[in-house]
């Protein structure tokens, strides 16, 4: 029985043997695609991200690679692939026979081990233009492939485009950088023990990864140079001395990721919004000129890095968005502290409560709705019944409350039961639409007519949240006249040889409110900033600041929205558990803290910019007013009086007022810089 086995094995050969001279013989008369010519051509060029001054961020995708020409491989690595991935590759035409029929009947066989037989060619043609699919379609594709690509180049040609796209591990591709991450060195510059152990990396790169499975890595190592031997490559002397070696890697440190954030979310835009596949984007070779400054994405990731540690055992999270308000251009994005421990980007995959930084989106529709910043409120305890017959008492932040209030004075100090009954006159379905006019996207519509309830849209429990860069571009409509501008990253994006692809350019904003509601709005922004909770956010040289803090209850997040005439930046701080409070013996974490870190940020990318006012638009009045009534009075009326600002078809006019007006020549707009503090 064993003897008429043995003999059927030759036969099996002779049958692949033939079928495979059968199927080159019809490959010969086929040439490789022109589209699949040119992916493996343009392999070489990796697609690089740049900042908008031109300066290099990084590579589109996390892994890196080198390109290097067969010259500057050393001839050791050359051998070490050959004598371990397919020792014919020089005498096959793309296909190994040999090595196929070996596999089938190992793999047939009792107690055989399940065998590959690929070529080099083939996993060429599997790592460059197919997918990794485990199916007989793609392993008849693999061969097709490998015979075409056989047709048109030359074996160096194949061997120099498998060495510089083969996975090596730890983010590596191809084996320049390979090389230099294990060994500190160049390809060309490898030596024997060094270059078996790339090669040894290749079939498995997770299990024979040095750093991760040494011993594993080591004995696979020995495997190499053991193959080497036999084929006669090197010497048994040569043999003998590498496998006495240690590995020799390079101990690794924690490498510099400016931007990683950025580009995860760089990648997943232009597959999204832009319709760029991921295989065009991996062998596009292309320049992607973005948005984005490197010097404020270094500054920013610095300022969350730097964070201060509140407790040895938990370390809050955090994110920071800044804008051009004026183009909706992402300037910088961090996703968290340490994109190496955590690569999630929370700046755009964390939906948080936004507290009390969305109250300014509820003050704004109340004076699209006639109220202005003089209109007097008051400030008491609310029982609200609801339709499970329960009963909402919703109180301030202190429980406290200050009865007669005006609008400017609510916002100031942020104070809970003016935003609810703002929302109770206004309605909720006009809330809730200007807040998707303005840029909230994530707004869940809950109950009767697309109802919501008075405690998400006053108080900011949205029921999903919103990202730092939801809530970034919707300020954007205070910061830009009344405009929406939704965010983009890039500029342009160019072949390897620097001809133009395609030019992004920013849409005109939206107006979602008027811009005499716009300015009104970031005036109230900065008196909060000024004398309200944002004082932290304060900036030197008298730059203006307008902005809001957000604390959600439990202080589980922490948000401050700011701008100034250049600059839009959202910073978020939060546990990773929504429901994990950042309360710690050192103090809590809340939205004055937001501010503080805001400020530190803020501070150094304006340090060296001119200091600018706001804007102010056509139809803007300053006028005094009677604390008293919240109407407008003439300044010599022996009264308590504070100068506030009115868009000019709006100004409350007392009947004094309106008799001055007729009587004198007195100009309605008075400059803002003679206004005395509120």
């Not at 961020?57 to 004598?83: E, M």
């Not at 096959?92 to 029929?101: K, N, R, S, V, Y």
Request: charged content about 20%.
């Amino acid at each position: 029985m064993s003897q008429r086995k043995k003999r059927k094995i030759p036969r099996l050969y002779y049958v692949f043997f033939c079928f495979f001279v059968l199927v080159g013989f019809f490959f010969a008369t086929i040439s490789l695609p022109r589209d699949l010519r040119s992916k493996l051509e343009n392999m070489r060029y990796v697609s690089k991200v740049y900042d908008r001054h031109g300066r290099l961020i990084g590579d589109l995708f996390s892994h890196r690679r080198i390109w290097v020409t067969s010259n500057q491989i050393s001839p050791y690595l050359k051998q070490a692939v050959i004598a371990t991935e397919d020792t014919r590759f020089y005498r096959h035409f793309g296909l190994d026979p040999i090595g196929i029929g070996r596999a089938v009947v190992q793999t047939l066989s009792p107690n055989g081990i399940k065998q590959g037989g690929s070529t080099i060619t083939q996993q060429l043609a599997k790592v460059s233009l197919l997918t990794y699919d485990r199916t007989i379609t793609r392993k008849l594709q693999d061969m097709f492939y490998a015979l075409l690509i056989e047709r048109t180049y030359t074996k160096d040609e194949i061997l120099e485009l498998y060495l510089n796209s083969i996975n090596l591990a730890h983010g590596n591709v191809g084996v320049e950088a390979a090389a230099r991450y294990y060994f500190d060195k160049s390809a060309a510059k490898l030596n024997l023990e060094e270059a078996a152990l790339l090669a040894g990396i290749i079939r498995s790169p997770e299990n024979y990864s040095p750093f991760k499975h040494p011993d594993v890595a080591k004995n696979r190592r020995n495997l190499v140079l053991r193959l080497m031997w036999e084929q006669e490559l090197i010497t048994e002397k040569q043999y003998q001395t590498a496998i006495t070696k240690d590995l020799g890697v390079k101990p690794q440190q924690a490498r510099s990721s400016v931007g990683a954030y950025f580009i995860d979310y760089l990648r997943d835009y232009l597959m999204t919004a832009e319709g760029f596949t991921e295989e065009e984007l991996l062998w596009g070779g292309y320049k992607i000129y973005t948005t984005l400054d490197l010097d404020y994405q270094e500054t920013a990731e610095l300022t969350l890095k730097n964070f201060p540690r509140y407790s040895a055992a938990v370390q809050p999270e955090a994110a920071l968005v800044t804008l051009d308000p004026a183009t909706g251009a992402i300037l910088a994005m961090v996703g968290g502290r340490d994109y190496q421990t955590s690569p999630l980007n929370r700046s755009v995959k964390a939906h948080r409560q936004p507290g009390s930084a969305l109250k300014p989106f509820v003050f704004a529709t109340a004076l699209e709705q006639n109220f202005t910043a003089a209109t007097i409120l008051y400030d008491h305890p609310l029982e609200i019944p609801l339709e499970n017959g329960t009963v909402w008492t919703p109180e301030n932040s202190n429980r406290e409350y200050q009865g007669k209030i005006t609008l400017r004075e609510a916002l100031r100090e942020s104070v809970n039961t003016i935003a609810v009954q703002l929302v109770q006159t206004l309605g909720v379905p006009t809330v809730a639409t200007q807040l998707e006019q303005m840029g909230i996207e994530s707004l869940v519509r809950e109950g009767k007519a697309n109802d919501l309830g008075y405690a998400p849209l006053a108080l900011g429990g949205l029921t999903k949240g919103v990202t730092p860069l939801e809530l970034a571009a919707a300020y954007t409509s205070f910061a830009n006249q009344g405009r929406y501008c939704k965010p983009y990253p890039v500029e342009r994006i160019t072949d390897y040889q620097g001809k133009t692809l395609k030019t992004f350019k920013p849409k005109p904003g939206r107006e979602v409110i008027s811009p005499q509601t716009a300015y009104i709005m970031t005036m109230l922004l900065i008196d909060a900033v000024e004398q309200g909770t944002g004082q932290q956010a304060k900036l030197p040289d008298g730059r203006p600041v307008a902005g809001k803090t957000g604390t959600t209850n439990n202080y589980t997040n922490a948000w401050f929205v700011g701008y100034t005439p250049e600059y839009l930046t959202t910073i978020w701080i939060g546990n990773d558990r929504q429901d994990e409070p950042m309360r710690y013996k050192e103090g809590a974490i809340g939205g004055r803290t937001a501010a503080a870190l805001w400020r530190n940020y803020m501070e150094q990318i304006t340090a060296n910019r001119p200091v600018v006012a706001f804007a102010e638009p056509e139809g803007i009045v300053w006028a005094h007013v009677d604390t008293e009534t919240g109407q407008a009075i003439p300044a010599w009326i022996n009264k308590e009086t504070y100068l506030e600002v009115f868009a000019e078809n709006r100004v409350p006019e007392s009947t004094s007022y309106k008799v001055w007006q007729w009587l004198t020549t007195w100009p309605k707009k008075i400059s803002r810089e003679k206004a005395p503090s509120q």
